[in-house]
């Protein structure tokens, strides 16, 4: 760098300056251009296998003509249907560009270079972004069996905290903490501390599992409920989620987001994602599916893995992984190195495909290993 560049670098806040930009999971047509294969089956960003609901097509097409004027601001219909569906008012919603989007407008309305942000080890790569980001002193937390040590987060707690973050389950290690143990833990914050559960994966959840945590927020207002549409609903190309919170809390979160933070076919595609209930039954039941078939062959391979509740799943090699990432990229399968910041150098994390993707993985894994 010359010295201008230098110090035009030096003006960032220092957290900008340090930050690691995310790291995606590999395109499909890069590595179609790198290697010349034709078929790649990608298992990497926790995408929905199913691929676009031909009903959110059909919304998408309709609105199409109306694409030169600005998006519904207010997103006033995906809020109401929201709003019914969830059993929330509709002052409770804030929409974001992606959940992504919300975890930021969070940070940057309630946190600055003074205070400090709590989250787990392994946790989702955006918590440390967003708190480098604004300049906020991270509180990273050890993980315990590669989840949330919920006792340790709260001992961490003291008079300059203001936001937990929590992912429920977590990516990359799929963790689920138990309904009573969440609860207990808000419970146990100040009132001056705010708790971001992250729920992306929710719909995966088994209905005795989950908790019921939109209940949770009449009691607590500090709490802050994180969806999205990419995920179960299969939305992950248009960006969108949503928040859940007190209406005090969504109304400066509303000042701080930009005014059309959702573009007019995310809006109308989450629409029709959320009354296609199908849909997201298929894709609970093909995950389900997926996630017996993955498990039953890193069994006959010997292999460990960390049980998960979302529709990915890491896989314990016992040694560095990126050797057995690169071999099956050659194979032509995309996963997820989970090394760098989140600390697992030795797993990867495979996204549950469809079952002729998993099927492609495993024997592209088992090769991998045999020769290996
Ligand atoms: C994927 C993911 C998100 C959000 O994704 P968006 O596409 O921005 O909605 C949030 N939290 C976790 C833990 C995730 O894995």
Not at 24 to 44: M, Q, Y
Request: charged share 20%; glycine share 6%; proline share 5%.
């Amino acid at each position: 760098m010359t010295n201008h560049t230098t110090r035009t670098f030096n003006l960032a806040l220092k957290g900008v300056q340090k930050l690691i930009p995310y790291k995606p999971g590999k395109p499909i047509d890069e590595l179609k251009r790198e290697l010349g294969l034709s078929h790649i089956v990608k298992l990497a960003s926790n995408e929905s296998p199913l691929g676009i609901n031909p009903n959110v097509t059909i919304a998408i097409t309709k609105a199409l003509p109306n694409l030169s004027r600005y998006p519904d601001g207010g997103g006033f219909n995906l809020k109401t249907a929201l709003s019914q569906k969830l059993g929330v008012n509709v002052e409770q919603i804030t929409l974001g560009n992606g959940s992504n989007d919300l975890l930021e407008i969070i940070t940057r309305s309630f946190v600055d270079t003074k205070l400090e942000i709590i989250f787990s080890q392994h946790a989702f790569a955006v918590y440390p972004i967003v708190t480098q980001a604004v300049g906020a002193i991270a509180r990273v937390i050890p993980a315990l069996n590669y989840g949330h040590d919920l006792d340790a987060m709260l001992d961490a707690v003291n008079a300059k905290t203001r936001l937990v973050f929590i992912a429920n389950p977590n990516n990359p290690t799929g963790t689920l903490l138990k309904p009573e143990a969440i609860k207990n833990f808000i419970a146990a914050l100040p009132e001056t501390v705010l708790c971001v559960l992250d729920e992306a994966y929710f719909e995966f959840i088994a209905a005795d599992k989950h908790a019921n945590s939109i209940s949770w927020l009449i009691e607590f207002p500090n709490l802050i409920i994180t969806r999205t549409f990419s995920k179960a609903y299969g939305l992950a190309g248009l960006r969108i989620g949503y928040s859940l919170s007190s209406s005090e809390i969504a109304d400066l979160l509303n000042r701080v987001r930009q005014p059309f933070n959702n573009n007019a076919l995310a809006l109308v595609a989450a629409e029709a994602a959320l009354a296609d209930e199908d849909y997201l039954a298929l894709a609970v039941e093909t995950n389900n599916q997926g996630m017996m078939q993955l498990t039953a062959a890193f069994k006959s391979l010997n292999l460990e893995w960390i049980p998960s509740a979302g529709n990915f799943i890491s896989v314990d090699f016992k040694q560095p992984a990126i050797p057995i990432y690169e071999a099956l990229l050659k194979k032509g399968v995309i996963v997820r190195p989970v090394g760098g910041i989140y600390e697992m150098p030795n797993h990867l994390r495979i996204s549950i495909g469809t079952k002729k993707e998993n099927l492609f993985f495993i024997e592209a894994l088992s090769s991998v290993l045999a020769n290996g």
